[in-house]
Structure formats: structure tokens, C-alpha cells
């Protein structure tokens, strides 16, 4: 008698364990798409691929940006310009794209800079960005305007 208790439990646990768990719903669980860790936004481009892009709200109303380009194609591109709904970024530092020799807006390995101003959005909103390159097409996203506080209290 204790046996038969014993495998319907063992059952019972196994079953429940299993139903629970990502692999019930099969390789198109909601869980195992999820992707992006971070508050910025990923978008590939051919070999060009544009990394954790956000912007970092400002006092004065201006906008700073915070991402990486990278080139991992041999034949070099250049990044043309950067905007944020529709105003021009002032753009300063590395903006030739080497293979595989990142472009860092922002940050302590940062070798670019991007402000945008007059942009006056709150955190928490988004901006449609786009990205011209002077070989490969330009892409449009959007990305989320996060306040100056946390990991980018620093960010200016």
C-alpha cells in the first residue's frame, strides 16, 4: 500500500515538474524567445551590427546617446549621421568602421560622442533613431529615453 501511495506522489511531483516548465510548451515557449537583456535596443544591418542603443535624458532638455556599433565585415564603412526624431545628432570621435574595431558612444571605452538637442522627452518614452552609413543602408529603430540616474548617472 505505501509503495502504490508512493509512485502516484512520485508521478503526481514528476508531472507537475514537467507541465511547469519551458519544455512543456515545446521550442515555442514564450521564454525561450526572449532575447534582449538590456534597455537598448539590437538591430543588425548586414555585417554592421548596432548594440544596446538608448538615450540618456539630459537636464537641459538635450538627449545623449549610449550604444556600440560594429563592423565585422573586412571592407571598412563609416557611420554619415545619427538622428533622433528628426534632429541631427552633433556627432564627435571615431566614426570609421573598421572590422570588428567597435564604436563606443558613451561610457568609459567610449571613442564617440552623440547629443542631440532640443529633443525635451521624459524617461520612459521612445525616439525613432536612424542611423546613415556611408557604404551599407541606413536602419531606423526605436529606442527608449532613460533618465539620468543608475548605471548612467554619468552619461553626459
Sequence with gaps: MISKKLAIATVALLSAGLLSGCTAAGKDAPTSKIRQVTDGVEKDTGTLKLRDFVLVAQPDGSAVLVGT????????????????????????????????????????????????????????????????????????FSVLVREKSDIFANVA
Design 69 to 140: 556599433v560594429v563592423n565585422e565585415d573586412m571592407t571598412p564603412d563609416a557611420i554619415s549621421s545619427i538622428s533622433a526624431n528628426g534632429i541631427a545628432g552633433a556627432i564627435t570621435g571615431t566614426l570609421a568602421l573598421e572590422q570588428n574595431a567597435p564604436v563606443i558612444f558613451s561610457g568609459d571605452s567610449a571613442n564617440a560622442h552623440a547629443t542631440f538637442p532640443g529633443l525635451n522627452f521624459t524617461p520612459g518614452a521612445r525616439a525613432d533613431v536612424t542611423v546613415t552609413f556611408g557604404k551599407t543602408p541606413g536602419i531606423k
